[in-house]
C-alpha cells in the first residue's frame, strides 16, 4: 500500500522560506509522479510543483516560478518542496500526492490524475 506523508509547514513570515517534504513508501511501480498541490478552504485543490522520478521531468504553476523548487532523492523516497519569497496568498494546506506514470512524456499536473494523497501540512505566511 503506497503511504504518503508530508511535513515542513509552519509559520513563516512574508520573504521568507520554508522546505517541505513528502516521504513515501510502498511504491510497486519503477516510474511514479509526485505532486504538491496546495488548497485553501472554499477554493479548489491546485497543483504548484510536481516532478517525475523517471526523468526528473517538473512542473510549476506560473505564480510559484522563480520562488519554489521541487527535488527529488529516489533513494530516500523523499521529494522536498524548497519554498523561498513566500507571500500571505501562499498560506495554505499544502497536499504530497502520487502516481504512476502511465504514458511516457507525460507529467499528470491534475488533481484527479494523482491516486495516492497524503494527509498535508499548514503553511501560513504572515505579512
Known amino acids: 500500500e503506497v503511504q504518503l506523508q508530508a511535513f515542513g509547514g509552519g509559520l513563516v513570515q512574508a520573504g521568507g522560506s520554508l522546505k517541505l517534504f513528502c516521504a513515501a513508501s510502498?511504491?510497486?511501480?519503477?516510474?511514479?509522479?509526485i505532486g504538491w498541490f496546495r488548497q485553501v478552504p472554499g477554493k479548489h485543490r491546485e497543483a504548484i510543483a510536481c516532478?517525475?522520478?523517471?526523468?526528473?521531468?517538473?512542473y510549476y504553476a506560473d505564480y510559484v516560478k522563480g520562488r519554489f523548487t521541487i527535488a527529488s532523492d529516489n533513494a530516500k523516497n523523499t521529494v522536498v518542496l524548497q519554498m523561498n519569497s513566500l507571500k500571505p496568498d501562499d498560506t495554505a494546506n499544502y497536499y504530497c500526492?502520487?502516481?504512476?506514470?502511465?504514458?511516457?512524456?507525460?507529467?499528470?499536473?491534475?488533481?484527479?490524475?494523482?491516486?495516492?494523497w497524503g494527509q498535508g501540512t499548514e503553511v501560513t505566511v504572515s505579512s
Open positions: 516532478i517525475s522520478n523517471s526523468d526528473g521531468e517538473t
Open positions: 510502498g511504491f510497486t511501480s519503477d516510474d511514479y509522479g
Open positions: 500526492a502520487a502516481t504512476p506514470l502511465y504514458y511516457s512524456g507525460y507529467l499528470p499536473v491534475k488533481g484527479y490524475e494523482y491516486e495516492y
